[in-house]
């Protein structure tokens, strides 16, 4: 599922587009379990912390991040801790989760993959990557 969702692209989300549903949610949660769902202030996110090994690689992720956000007109929220990067992804739009926001999640984890983050959060050149 989470290759699959990663080709896809987003679509346009306006007031009013419909919300993730339950069967979505329990497809996805289980295929991509390194993202969590998390209710702040009644909004579910998804929400995945990225082990790094130092400031600069959380910083390379944030940027690539980024520049992915910007190219889909889709925006999360992301803190930069110096040895890890908390990555939100929901649709203020319509106050909750949208198939973009499961795209863009499977979509952070191949960026991360690229730059040599472990699937499991681990960080890079970490025993659990293998490297």
């Not at 699959?4 to 549903?21: H, I, N, Q, W, Y």
């Not at 769902?37 to 929400?47: A, F, S």
């Not at 110096?82 to 929901?90: A, K, L, M």
Request: charged content about 25%; proline content about 7%; some cysteine.
């Amino acid at each position: 599922m989470a290759r699959e969702l990663a080709d896809e692209r987003c679509v346009a989300c306006r007031r009013g587009s419909p919300r993730v549903t339950a069967e979505e949610m329990a497809e996805f949660l289980p295929a991509m379990p390194a993202w969590r769902l998390v209710e702040v202030d009644g909004v579910p996110r998804l929400v995945r912390v990225f082990q790094a090994p130092d400031y600069a690689a959380g910083l390379a992720l944030t940027v690539r991040l980024a520049g992915l956000a910007e190219a889909e007109g889709h925006h999360p929220a992301i803190l930069l801790e110096w040895d890890r990067v908390t990555v939100s992804w929901w649709t203020h739009a319509i106050g909750g989760l949208h198939r973009n926001d499961l795209i863009l999640a499977a979509r952070t984890d191949r960026l991360a993959a690229d730059l040599g983050f472990s699937p499991d959060g681990a960080d890079p050149g970490s025993p659990a990557t293998g490297a």
